[in-house]
């Protein structure tokens, strides 16, 4: 594929790939960009310094369409050692994220959050085991009451206190 007809521009869906130049506007002179007799050179310029001002910008210009075209290649080779090398999309994704997700893990906001949250993992397990205690005890305290004497004391009083409803 001949260089030249290639859409070197970065922005274009087409970017690398063949395309017809004969119709690019690229080809067409901006409106004054180029000496016009009838256009006098801009003040404090002389004819001379606007046409080396030109020939640079010509130059500067060529050199951007270079450097794309090199660009362009430079891409398209890298595609191409990429999918010798097994490498697509979804796998350079997951490496990122395995690479990102281990940077996470040695930040020093990851670790101090991990202690934190180990810290607070400790504090309520021994907060829990301090409630289990005694809601065992408390449990083992109405066992070891008789059930019945307890139920029927309760009842004889509950019903001698409180008259009957009707």
Known sequence: MDP????????????????????????????????????????????????????????????????????????????ELKRKLGLNPLNELRQNLTRSWQDVQTSNAYKKTQETLSQAGQKTTAALSTVSTAISKKIGDMRALPFSNSFSNYSIRHSISMPAMR
């Open 4 to 79: 030249a007809s290639q859409d070197i521009n970065l922005n274009s869906p087409n970017k690398g790939l063949g395309v017809d130049r004969t119709d690019s506007l690229s080809d067409v002179p901006v409106e004054g960009a180029m000496g016009n007799p009838a256009n006098p050179p801009p003040p404090g310029l002389t004819e001379e310094e606007v046409e080396e001002l030109r020939t640079e910008l010509t130059k500067v210009e060529e050199e951007i369409n270079t450097l794309r075209q090199v660009l362009c290649a430079k891409e398209r080779h890298a595609a």
